[in-house]
């Protein structure tokens, strides 16, 4: 029994103790992530949003702002202080929170390096440290096993690839200062689903073992430095869904099977390279396309007429190419468009598109007309024909219209100003004719006019006061005459306006001076006259041009024109003055000697009546008014008078 008993005594002594044991191994454990959660504040040097106001020991640490905590053991597991403001640097003691698994701390302003403590977070999942100022070189973290996402992009990091775990499925690594070539080795990585490096200073061109990516989908190799052909490796990643080399030097021609190869591709971004060839018809093939950017390379031929099979496209731009259009078979491709009804973006400018498209209804096809969603249409310096239609007016959703530098003739359609999102107008350099819509009041939202280089004549509507977000009108080097609507001047967030090269008369409203944030203004050649306004933009003479209006005169003495002749201002007074020195008492005094006059002729008549039977009613007969003044005086005095 005694043996019992001393038994059963010194387990419960090693439970104590082994409980004991347990307790201060978790108190030492939380008190580790509590302090190097402090030891990260301490790091802060501006919290200007006080996220870290309730990081004190009067709440417990999973109770911070921030920070979330294991139930079961108080160990810190995600900490999210992203988008806060933060200033200082990243301290390395979060290398100590073992159980992290959410790394959070993008859109801050972060500098110094990233610390390599957190490369041996191995529980680590995701890491977000975009858009701050980290430099330095980006430490490995091949040890963090469980990473899936590494968010480094928008900093100012150097140097190469980092190592990288087997299982990361996302990379962002653009906006940095990253350079040296792309490793082949990154396609070890087969996990990978997103892949950016965007804007940094690499060298060469894609690895061709980027063909063994099995699943990725996001592809962002944009302002690389990348040189060479178009990337045969791209072809065999069938599950690409975004790819972008934009603005890089790459050549030659685009793969005629890449919308085959790429059947789930969505987004194909490959502007401002030195392309050339013609732009596959395979695209077609790739049904899911929304954006499709070849703009400023050197692409020929036609559009191909199937890019109408894709009915999910919304933005399509082929600018700055040197694609033709020249008959009603090589125009098929518009035609075809008007099948791509989410379509809101179409930019065709600076091609080598000519003449009439064959259409009745005018420059722009019905099938355009039809595309509800259109909001920007670039069609600008081609060699279009032909008139605006009508039935412009039916795109509701139409924002962004240029059709400058073409060839087009007709009137400016009223319809146009009257749909109700237009911001911006440019008909600039055509062959456009008659008198502006007054209907361009209805445009209440416009921002943008340039009308300039056109045949427009008549006055300029006075309607155009009730825009009143314009910020630029361009109505120069026409015919217009009249003159300036003082209703400009209820324009308050202009900044240029010209007028210059037209048939422009009358006076310079004075209401163009309250125009505050007027920066530039130009009515240089027209028939204006009178004086210049001294206030406002006028007293900025590098911002006036009013040369060619040789009836201007005064303003600043800076602009050197002529004095204005204007009477005084005290001229009433003067007149005045004369009427009262002058005019008054010689009216007086005459007044005087015509009654003499009448009693002295009265009485002698009086006289000659005792003698004889008087004549009736003989008056001296005046001459002249000459005769009725008793003393020399200028008479230019009584013409002014």
Not at 27 to 46: A, G, P, V, Y
Not at 74 to 94: E, W, Y
Not at 312 to 329: D, G, P
Not at 558 to 563: K, T, V
Request: with cysteine; charged share 10%; proline share 5%.
């Amino acid at each position: 029994m005694k043996a019992a008993a001393t038994g059963r005594f010194l387990l419960l002594v090693l439970m104590a103790c082994s409980l004991h044991a347990v307790t201060c191994s978790s108190s030492n454990t939380n008190q580790t992530d509590r302090l190097s959660l402090l030891e990260f504040k301490n790091s802060i040097s501006l919290d200007p949003q006080q996220a870290l106001a309730s990081w004190n020991d009067s709440t417990h640490f999973c109770n911070w702002e921030g920070v979330t905590c294991r139930t079961t053991s108080n160990r810190v597991t995600n900490l999210d202080l992203g988008n806060r403001g933060l200033v200082g640097q990243i301290s390395p003691s979060l290398g100590n929170l073992t159980f992290l698994k959410h790394l959070f701390l993008a859109t801050n302003r972060f500098s110094g390096q990233i610390p390599a403590s957190l490369g041996q977070l191995y529980r680590l999942q995701i890491l977000y440290l975009s858009n701050n100022t980290l430099h330095g070189f980006i430490p490995t973290f091949e040890n963090c096993s469980n990473l899936e996402e590494l968010w480094l992009n928008g900093n100012n990091l150097i140097g190469g690839f980092p190592g990288l775990p087997l299982g990361l499925k996302h990379l962002a690594l653009g906006s940095n200062n990253l350079s040296g070539t792309i490793p082949p080795s990154l396609a070890n990585v087969t996990t990978l689903k997103g892949l950016g490096f965007n804007y940094n200073h690499n060298e060469g061109n894609l690895p061709d073992e980027f063909a063994n990516f099995p699943e990725l989908q996001f592809l962002g190799a944009s302002a690389s430095n990348l040189v060479g052909s178009f990337p045969q490796a791209i072809l065999n990643l069938s599950t690409l869904v975004t790819f972008g080399i934009v603005m890089n030097h790459l050549s030659g021609e685009v793969p005629p099977g890449l919308g085959s190869s790429l059947p789930n591709l969505q987004t194909l971004a490959i502007d401002n390279n030195f392309f050339h060839g013609h732009i596959p018809s395979s695209l077609a093939n790739a049904s899911n396309l929304r954006i499709i950017d070849m703009s400023n390379n050197s692409f020929t031929g036609v559009v191909p007429s199937s890019i109408g099979k894709l009915r999910n496209l919304y933005l399509l731009n082929l600018e700055l190419n040197k694609l033709k259009a020249r008959n009603s078979q090589d125009w098929e491709f518009v035609y075809s468009l008007g099948n791509c009804t989410n379509l809101q973006t179409l930019s065709l400018f600076s091609n080598q598109l000519e003449g009439h498209v064959p259409t009745s209804l005018g420059f722009i096809p019905s099938s355009l007309s039809n595309l509800s969603q259109l909001s920007y249409l670039g069609l600008q310096s081609n060699k279009l024909e032909g008139h605006l239609p009508a039935s412009i007016g039916n795109l509701q959703n139409f924002q962004v219209c240029n059709f400058s530098n073409n060839l087009l003739h007709g009137r400016i359609r009223k319809e146009m100003f009257g749909i109700p999102a237009i911001l911006r107008i440019d008909l600039s350099s055509n062959h456009l004719h008659g008198q502006h819509p007054n209907e361009i009041g209805n445009a209440k939202v416009l921002g943008y006019l340039n009308i300039s280089s056109n045949m427009l004549f008549g006055d300029i509507p006075t309607t155009i006061g009730k825009c009143e977000n314009l910020v630029y009108i361009g109505l120069g080097q026409n015919r217009l005459g009249g003159s300036i609507p003082i209703t400009i001047g209820n324009i308050s967030s202009l900044q240029v306006l010209d007028l210059s090269h037209n048939n422009s008369t009358g006076s310079i409203p004075m209401s163009l001076s309250n125009l505050r944030y007027l920066e530039q203004l130009d009515l240089s050649f027209n028939n204006t006259s009178g004086e210049v306004p001294l206030k406002g933009i006028f007293s900025n003479v590098t911002a006036v041009r009013i040369d060619g209006n040789p009836g201007l005169c005064g303003g600043p003495l800076e602009l050197h024109l002529l004095a204005c002749h204007v009477m005084p201002a005290n001229s009433s007074k003067q007149r005045h003055s004369i009427v009262q020195k002058v005019v008054i008492p010689l009216s007086s005094i005459l007044l005087v000697a015509i009654v003499i006059t009448a009693m002295v002729v009265w009485r002698g008549k009086q006289k000659r009546n005792m003698l004889s039977f008087p004549s009736f009613c003989k008056f001296p007969k005046v001459s002249s008014p000459k005769f009725l003044i008793p003393f020399d005086l200028p008479r230019k005095i009584f013409f002014r008078v």
